[in-house]
């Protein structure tokens, strides 16, 4: 049995929530976790996920507590993810809470990891401790809506970034399309590149814009890696994104030779050829990624990649800077098998809308992707 | 002088914004006002703009008083625009006022129309009434956009409303468009053409859809009128608009029997040639319909008209109604003159986003055009 939860416990959660969003860039590819202590509606102490190998936010938010001399026993102990069980790099957080004898634990989601999933909330039931779930979920999975997809449905999360004017337009007829969007709009899509796991491109786009894909605009103390879907191996070998950071490129075939002098560059060349010829299995990509632990993926490509990605189900979310501005005949955002019935068209929920500088951030997301999600990481009833 | 206000004073023309609020559909072409006499916190009487040759908001504010036995000797009057002063269909709001003695009177904006224009608050002066000037002007000029307009600047104030794809699609390539936004959406945009003048789209719109442009989807008493830009006078007689209501075809030129037998039936036929041949002189329309007392035109139109209103400096706002899903390659919004640099692409400053069921509702503005407009009914500063 859960225990209900009052207005207090909303607020704590969301402090936990707001320590968790302080390390967005840093924990992958650990969930980012927030934990407050609370006793008498005083903190206690509190953390965050450190980046790998690390302690966890329970154990940061325990220590916080003991060099403030605090004790935690009869406390309640905040935390946006189900306590691990397991060992992993660190000791199980479960154990730490045990020790400390909090009276109560709140956390917003079950960890959809198999080797605790309910096991950490189960065991500090079986030591009397009173735990309260599902208070904030949706915030709480929408901070970790990859790692608890690649856990729970073996893909990553992965959004489609598009930048365009009212009338869905991403350049002129000419090819300008710098710049559609303002700077704070552009520093935005930084921010969103700097959280994922990966930013993902075409090699269209490399051979038009020669991009780097890295963070520039906010600051952060890790880059993601780069990738680019290349179905006939084309990447140019003097490409400005070969820069010594860790590139992926996915390919229908590679060719041995230049795959090994790209290996020596830190590019790896992974052959994943799809059904039709010159073209890689996007699916197999989105896979691939989650078995080698990449939570969330950042896509900016142009209308060929990003209509594929689309039209193989591989985007969950949509993350569109739509600048005030029209632009008449000239580019489309995304290059789509022709319909001949609005109910065949690609669907999306909105998330939000918000004003970033002169532009306006617009979220959507696929509806079943996202149920279907908050569906695989609900706690188990325990008995 | 003007007076300094408090957050007292915001609260109130709020409520005077509110009640101005209810008559949108029914004053035109005379502004929506409306007005709150309060005294110690406590409202007096209320009141707002009647249909025309009805009473105004601050005479059917004292007259509530009057109803509820209150005096209105040293209160203080709030109202959304300047007391009028001349005699119209009605005798001047001010004469009223100054009847019933309030101690201040706090406006929001200055009236245009130039038989007002700062003599109704410098009679108040005079009389020693404080007046108070510039409260929620903002709020209150968006509400009165159209009528400011036609009396400052001799045009209406005109919206472009569209619904489309998140990639800016309107229609598929087979020419299918219903129903791209839910029907939340197309009552709200029910609500913007039940709160304009006219209705007015292109003949190819009429020639495709056979629309009716009425209102329909909400309760108004009144209908706006309908017109249609139609240069070659190709109106079919059988057109589904012309029911009766009145109807304006702009052509360039008519032909002299079947406008006869148009006029029989309610159409009215208005030769505005252009620099083209077979184009109407788009900014002529605009400023006939200001000279014709209509404030507000709402543009429901395909994209040539769309386009051309958007490149003549026609449109003032974008009322854009975007569905969460994409449609690829698909007819577009708008058709403009090919751009060669982004820098002479349309701009405009977004006013608000806002969820109408599934849909996300934009609304974006040249900001020239709202920055003149406040510029001009902007009070004279009186000494």
């Given at each position: 049995m859960t225990h209900p939860y009052d207005s207090d416990d909303l607020t704590w959660m969301r402090r936990a929530l707001a320590l968790a969003q302080t390390v967005m860039y840093t924990t992958a590819p650990n969930p980012r976790v927030g934990c407050v202590i609370v006793r008498d509606g005083r903190v206690l102490g509190e953390g965050a996920t450190q980046p790998p190998g690390g302690p966890h936010a329970e154990v940061g938010a325990l220590r916080d507590a003991q060099a403030r001399g605090e004790?935690?026993?009869?406390a309640t102990v905040y935390v946006t993810l189900e306590p691990c069980s397991h060992f992993g790099?660190?000791?199980?957080?479960v154990d730490a809470l045990l020790a400390a004898r909090p009276a109560r634990v709140v956390v917003a989601l079950g960890d959809p990891n198999p080797l605790v999933n309910g096991r950490g909330l189960a065991r500090l039931r079986e030591a009397g401790i009173a735990v309260t779930t599902g208070v904030c979920r949706d915030e709480a999975l929408a901070i970790n809506a990859g790692f608890m997809s690649r856990m729970s449905r073996g893909l990553p999360w992965t959004w489609l970034k598009m930048a365009t004017s009212?009338?869905?337009?991403?350049?002129?007829?000419?090819?300008?399309?710098?710049?559609?969007?303002g700077p704070e709009a552009r520093a935005d899509g930084h921010r969103w590149r700097a959280r994922s796991c990966v930013v993902l491109t075409g090699i269209g786009t490399v051979l038009k814009?020669?991009?780097?894909?890295?963070?520039?605009?906010v600051a952060t103390p890790r880059q993601p890696r780069r990738a680019v879907v290349d179905g006939r191996f084309e990447?140019?070998?003097?490409?400005?994104?070969?820069?010594?950071g860790e590139v992926i490129v996915f390919t229908a075939r590679a060719d041995a030779a230049k795959a090994a002098r790209l290996a020596a560059r830190n590019v790896r060349v992974v052959e994943l050829p799809g059904?039709?010829?010159?073209?890689?299995?996007l699916p197999a990509m989105m896979r691939w990624f989650a078995a080698e632990q990449f939570n969330e993926v950042h896509v900016e490509a142009g209308a060929g990649l990003s209509g594929a990605l689309v039209a193989a189900g591989c985007i969950d979310e949509l993350l569109v800077y739509l600048a005030p501005m029209l632009l008449g005949e000239a580019a489309g955002l995304v290059k789509l098998?022709?319909?001949?019935?609005?109910?065949?068209a690609p669907r999306y929920e909105f998330i939000d809308a918000e004003r970033v500088g002169a532009d306006l951030r617009v979220r959507a997301r696929v509806a079943d992707h996202w149920r279907e999600l908050m569906r695989r990481v609900e706690l188990p009833t325990l008995s």
């Amino acid at each position: 049995m859960t225990h209900p939860y009052d207005s207090d416990d909303l607020t704590w959660m969301r402090r936990a929530l707001a320590l968790a969003q302080t390390v967005m860039y840093t924990t992958a590819p650990n969930p980012r976790v927030g934990c407050v202590i609370v006793r008498d509606g005083r903190v206690l102490g509190e953390g965050a996920t450190q980046p790998p190998g690390g302690p966890h936010a329970e154990v940061g938010a325990l220590r916080d507590a003991q060099a403030r001399g605090e004790s935690v026993a009869g406390a309640t102990v905040y935390v946006t993810l189900e306590p691990c069980s397991h060992f992993g790099r660190t000791p199980p957080c479960v154990d730490a809470l045990l020790a400390a004898r909090p009276a109560r634990v709140v956390v917003a989601l079950g960890d959809p990891n198999p080797l605790v999933n309910g096991r950490g909330l189960a065991r500090l039931r079986e030591a009397g401790i009173a735990v309260t779930t599902g208070v904030c979920r949706d915030e709480a999975l929408a901070i970790n809506a990859g790692f608890m997809s690649r856990m729970s449905r073996g893909l990553p999360w992965t959004w489609l970034k598009m930048a365009t004017s009212l009338d869905g337009r991403s350049a002129l007829h000419n090819g300008v399309s710098q710049w559609i969007t303002g700077p704070e709009a552009r520093a935005d899509g930084h921010r969103w590149r700097a959280r994922s796991c990966v930013v993902l491109t075409g090699i269209g786009t490399v051979l038009k814009d020669d991009p780097q894909l890295t963070v520039r605009s906010v600051a952060t103390p890790r880059q993601p890696r780069r990738a680019v879907v290349d179905g006939r191996f084309e990447l140019p070998e003097d490409a400005r994104l070969i820069d010594g950071g860790e590139v992926i490129v996915f390919t229908a075939r590679a060719d041995a030779a230049k795959a090994a002098r790209l290996a020596a560059r830190n590019v790896r060349v992974v052959e994943l050829p799809g059904q039709e010829p010159h073209r890689v299995d996007l699916p197999a990509m989105m896979r691939w990624f989650a078995a080698e632990q990449f939570n969330e993926v950042h896509v900016e490509a142009g209308a060929g990649l990003s209509g594929a990605l689309v039209a193989a189900g591989c985007i969950d979310e949509l993350l569109v800077y739509l600048a005030p501005m029209l632009l008449g005949e000239a580019a489309g955002l995304v290059k789509l098998p022709l319909l001949e019935r609005l109910e065949a068209a690609p669907r999306y929920e909105f998330i939000d809308a918000e004003r970033v500088g002169a532009d306006l951030r617009v979220r959507a997301r696929v509806a079943d992707h996202w149920r279907e999600l908050m569906r695989r990481v609900e706690l188990p009833t325990l008995s």
